[in-house]
Each structure stands twice: as C-alpha cells, then as structure tokens.
C-alpha cells in the first residue's frame, strides 16, 4: 500500500490534460459531467503507478466529480483484483465498486473492473447480489450483473458458468443497448468455452433478443450457422 492521498492521483491526472481530449472525452459523458481532459492510455498509466492507494484513497477518488478520477479508480481496482489478492482483500475490493456503484455513470467504468473486481470475488459463491444488480432499474446496474460474469467464463466451473447464462437469460431482451451489447459479448465469450451451450441458448432465445446483442453473440461463429441464426 502507499500513502499517497487521492489529490496526488488528481494532479497527476491534470499533467496530462489536453483541450483536444478534453472535446473527445465528452462525446461519451452526459452534459452535466465534469472532465479533466486525460487521455486512456495516460489515465491508465497513472492508475498504475497508484495501484497500492489505500482503499480509503479509492474512495475519495469515486467522490471526486470528474470522469477521470473514478475511472482511474477503477482502474486501481482491476490492477488490484488482478495481483492475485487473498480473500479478505478481494472481499474489501468488491465491496468497494458494490457499495459505489452510483458513481459509476459510464459503461466503460462496468467494462473496466467487473469482471475481475465483481466476478473475481463471485467465483465460487453465492450470485444472489449479482441477481440483485440484474433485477435493478439502473441499466449500468444490469450491465455490471452480465460483465461480472465473463470472469467465471476464464475461472469459474460449470455451477458458476450456469448463473451467468441464467443472468443473461433474464436480460436478454432488455431495450437498453447499454446492457443488451453486454449480454451479447457474454454469449460469445460463452461459445468460446462451450459452443454447444450458446447454440442451445440461441435455439431458445434468439427470437427475443435484439439485433446487435444476437450479431455479438453470434460473431465468432462459422458463417454458415451465423446465416441461419440470423435467418430465424
């Protein structure tokens, strides 16, 4: 751990503030949300160099406004879950994004930490937040309860690999793109791993679920049954 504060991770941020990426970075925020201006790769390197901020530190950083600074928390996150922490820390690390995920407002925040910050933890135990998260009425709640589980799809066994599917199951005509492209990058990453199991999920569901989310699923299939899935 360092003791560095969050405001060192701030500034940091602001040396590599550019007006140029500053105009790139609010295409993708609502109106009302408060840039700094980094650019990703910048961004992730400086979460790097701050990866052992205390998680008191991360969570000063999710209060800050700007876009930047809970992202790079994140960021800290994922580097974290990745070090191969002992139990009581991944506990700590997901309860982090969990209990702050109102300061997550964009789908690449989800994208960044909850396969390994969320799933990582979710291995092996009971899924009922997941659900929790996948029953909510926030989409980048969804998203999260659908992106966790492309970690049990690298770590998890069969039980786990089944609760994801069941989760994508349960959102799989969901409206929202934000969570819809979501469980269609699910689905192909569960055919990497069993290729009978997404066509059996497809015979069942493809009807139900919205284009982009059935081209996603289907995208890494033989040309020839993507034509017939897209045909029915």
């Avoid at 701050?50 to 928390?73: C, I, N, Q």
């Avoid at 791993?193 to 015979?203: C, E, H, N, S």
């Avoid at 993507?226 to 045909?231: A, D, G, V």
């Amino acid at each position: 751990m360092t003791a560095q504060p969050a405001s060192a991770v701030i500034e940091a941020l602001r040396e590599f503030q550019s007006d140029a990426e500053l105009a790139r970075v609010r295409k993708r925020l609502s109106p009302d949300e408060p840039a700094i201006g980094t650019r990703m790769d910048d961004l992730v390197t400086v979460a790097r160099e701050h990866a052992g901020l205390e998680l008191a530190e991360v969570r000063k950083l999710l209060d800050h406004p700007s876009y930047e600074a809970r992202m790079a928390a994140m960021c800290i996150l994922d580097f974290r879950a990745r070090s191969d922490p002992d139990d009581d820390e991944r506990r700590a690390l997901c309860r982090v994004y969990l209990e702050r995920h109102d300061r997550i407002t964009t789908w690449d925040m989800v994208d960044r930490a909850a396969p390994q910050v969320v799933g990582g933890w979710f291995v092996g135990r009971d899924k009922k937040n997941l659900i929790d998260l996948a029953g909510s009425a926030c989409p980048l709640r969804r998203r999260t309860a659908i992106t966790a589980p492309l970690h049990f799809l690298q770590a998890g066994d069969d039980d786990d690999v089944a609760a994801g599917t069941a989760i994508a199951r349960r959102l799989v005509s969901a409206p929202e793109p934000v969570v819809h492209k979501a469980v269609g990058i699910f689905l192909r990453r569960l055919g990497s791993r069993d290729r009978d199991q997404l066509l059996g999920f497809l015979r069942e569901h493809a009807s139900a679920m919205p284009r982009t989310a059935l081209r996603l699923a289907i995208s890494a299939l033989d040309d020839d049954i993507r034509r017939q899935i897209l045909r029915h």
